[in-house]
């Protein structure tokens, strides 16, 4: 399992923010490979992201090159350079979430 990690600054409101999230949840949900993805905001004003768990890093490659990435950062508002952190999962707490081997 890969965890991709963002954090972005917004030109939007936290209402706006939560908005777009709820409008645009059904296309993250259709995604192949998405396993779970967790809205957040940063205790920093204006600044939120999230952390996305998908099965693959071939997953994660395919949403990358994808149009509805290319279309986060127009969307929400981004401004500034998002901060990205890709990490493998190595364990997880629960057993019901066994990450992908190696």
């Known amino acids: ?19 777009i999230a709820e409008n645009r949840a059904d296309q993250f949900r259709a995604l192949d490979g998405l396993s779970q993805k ?11 992201g999230a952390v996305y768990l998908w099965e693959s890093e071939e997953a994660l490659k395919e ?3 994808s149009e509805l990435a290319a279309t986060i950062a127009e969307t929400y508002g981004v401004e500034g350079t998002p901060e990205f952190r890709v990490a493998e999962v190595i364990m ?4 019901e979430e066994v990450p992908a081997k190696r």
């Open 63 to 65: 949403f990358r090159n």
């Open 92 to 95: 997880p707490l629960r057993a």
């Open 1 to 19: 399992m890969i965890a991709l990690i963002v954090r972005f600054k917004s030109r939007f409101t936290y209402e706006e923010i939560l908005k």
């Open 38 to 48: 967790y809205y957040l905001k940063y205790a920093e004003k204006d600044e939120y």
